[in-house]
């Protein structure tokens, strides 16, 4: 494992704050998230996608565009935003449940080439919508992965909306690992960079953060962000976990991957540096207000 302070993606360090390990990397570029998607097509414990101005969290956003809008932000962000490096799409639902995501990618990269393009997936999809992802210019791929055992997976994920039926239980948790880890593989045959999302959730993986990290790194993710669980919806009855259990989860994962730490937990909507700038007042004026 190398050293923290050093670059885990030179071609990306101080270029995508998400894709930079260090600190001085991670305060140099500015992200948009592009709030373009709408629906969901899995069912997480922990998950309550809200449409508000205050929250700050994933999930959330003041409300959706549509692509034609989103073109028309980028246009104003770029303006506004210094450093502005990456435009990313995270939501309020999957980026691959609906085409509004590829097709925004898709014409801001025919406008913008210079952009480095991100999306955020539960990784369903993956499998079926990679090529497209590539062809509409994205570069930098993170899939959230909770879990590679589907008993696991059942209590996290417990129903997926699969090939136009309703999926439960392990027999979905099965099939929502097994699309994440091809699409990884698809995805980094096609060159793209990919970190892993993993939500630690006392009581439920947060025995089990080393085994993600050895499977999704053998189907070519390169890097893993261990994210505290917000406990909301289903799992709102457990506890934030404590620092001692983000250290040791981090440990775990850091012996298969580079582990990422300046996540922020960031809106839908959100524009700026994660964490020390933040532009969504002024990109939005009074249609959204952020914290
Ligand atoms: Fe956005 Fe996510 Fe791309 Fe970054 S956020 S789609 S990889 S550009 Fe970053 Fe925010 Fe953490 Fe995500 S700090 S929640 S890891
Ligand atoms: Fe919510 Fe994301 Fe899970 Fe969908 S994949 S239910 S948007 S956390």
């Known amino acids: 494992m190398r050293a923290a302070g050093t670059p885990a993606f030179p071609d990306l360090e101080g270029k995508h704050p998400c894709f930079s390990t260090t600190a001085e990397g991670h305060a140099a570029a500015a992200r948009l998230h592009l709030p373009v998607a709408p629906g969901c097509n899995i069912a997480c414990a922990?998950?309550?996608?809200?449409?508000?101005?205050?929250?700050?969290?994933?999930?959330?956003?003041?409300?959706?565009?549509?692509?034609?809008?989103?073109?028309?932000?980028?246009?104003?962000?770029?303006?506004?935003?210094?450093?502005?490096?990456?435009?990313?799409?995270?939501?309020?639902?999957?980026?691959?449940?609906?085409?509004?995501?590829i097709e925004t990618f898709a014409r801001i990269h025919a406008r913008w080439p210079d952009l480095t393009l991100c999306v955020s997936?539960?990784?369903?999809?993956?499998?079926?919508?990679?090529?497209?992802?590539?062809?509409?210019?994205?570069?930098?791929?993170?899939?959230?992965?909770?879990?590679?055992?589907?008993e696991i997976q059942a209590h996290i994920t417990p129903k997926i909306a699969w090939r136009r039926k309703r999926v439960n239980g392990v027999e979905a948790g099965r099939r929502l690992i097994d699309n994440q880890l091809e699409g990884i593989a698809r995805a980094a045959a096609l060159g793209l960079t990919i970190k892993i999302n993993t939500v630690l959730i006392p009581t439920v993986n947060?025995?089990?953060?080393?085994?993600?990290?050895?499977?999704?790194?053998?189907?070519?993710?390169?890097?893993?962000?261990?994210?505290?669980?917000?406990?909301?919806?289903q799992?709102?009855?457990?506890?934030?976990?404590?620092?001692?259990?983000?250290?040791?989860?981090?440990?775990?994962?850091?012996?298969?991957?580079?582990?990422?730490?300046?996540?922020?937990?960031?809106?839908?909507?959100?524009?700026?540096?994660?964490?020390?700038?933040?532009?969504?007042?002024?990109?939005?004026?009074?249609?959204?207000?952020?914290?």
């Open 206 to 233: 947060d025995h089990h953060i080393g085994a993600v990290a050895e499977a999704v790194a053998k189907a070519g993710a390169r890097m893993i962000n261990v994210i505290p669980l917000i406990p909301e919806h």
């Open 46 to 101: 922990f998950c309550r996608r809200d449409f508000n101005r205050v929250e700050q969290r994933p999930g959330v956003a003041a409300r959706l565009l549509s692509p034609d809008e989103a073109v028309a932000t980028t246009e104003r962000a770029l303006a506004l935003v210094p450093n502005l490096a990456v435009v990313g799409i995270a939501g309020p639902g999957d980026p691959l449940a609906s085409d509004h995501a």
């Open 235 to 291: 799992l709102s009855h457990l506890k934030e976990p404590t620092f001692i259990e983000r250290h040791r989860a981090r440990v775990a994962a850091a012996k298969h991957l580079r582990v990422f730490t300046h996540c922020r937990r960031c809106r839908a909507d959100a524009v700026g540096v994660p964490g020390l700038t933040d532009f969504t007042r002024d990109l939005y004026g009074d249609d959204i207000q952020a914290e």
């Open 121 to 150: 997936t539960n990784g369903l999809m993956l499998p079926e919508r990679v090529d497209e992802l590539a062809a509409a210019g994205v570069a930098t791929l993170t899939v959230t992965v909770n879990s590679v055992d589907p």
